[in-house]
């Protein structure tokens, strides 16, 4: 069984910075594709950022191409998101995903472990 465990998130003024983190147990973190999805209130969710494991590539939605970047240290077993420049619209709730199979890049798509979320408020 894997978890995930995100930490990281608060609120921060327009401009500022965040580094969310994701924690996994269970499994390494080395064997699975992961990736940072986020909801904001009466919206959809969407896939952030994603990593694959084997290649290193990453996927990122386009309001967040150069401010956020996804990463991962596999001898911690933890998921990075370094947000910068953040901006109001980035307000969520953020979760880390991971799944053996599949990039977790589709807003719509069923991965195999989801954190529990963690806040994230910008205020203008």
């Known amino acids: 069984q894997v978890q995930l465990v995100e930490s990281g998130g608060g609120s921060v003024q327009a401009g500022g910075s965040l580094r969310l983190s994701c924690a996994v147990s269970?499994?390494?973190?080395?064997?699975?594709?992961m990736g940072w999805f986020r909801q904001a209130p009466g919206k959809e969710r969407e896939s952030v950022a994603a990593?694959?494991?084997?290649?290193?590539?990453?996927y990122y939605l386009d309001s967040v191409k150069g401010r956020f970047t996804i990463s991962r240290d596999n001898a911690k077993n933890t998921l990075y998101l370094q947000m910068n420049s953040l901006k109001p619209e980035d307000t969520a709730v953020y979760y880390c995903v991971a799944d053996r199979g599949r990039l977790p890049k589709d807003s719509g798509g069923q991965y195999d472990y989801w954190g529990q979320g963690t806040q994230v408020t910008v205020s203008s």
């Open positions: 990593i694959n494991w084997y290649i290193g590539s990453t």
């Open positions: 269970g499994r390494p973190i080395s064997m699975y594709h």
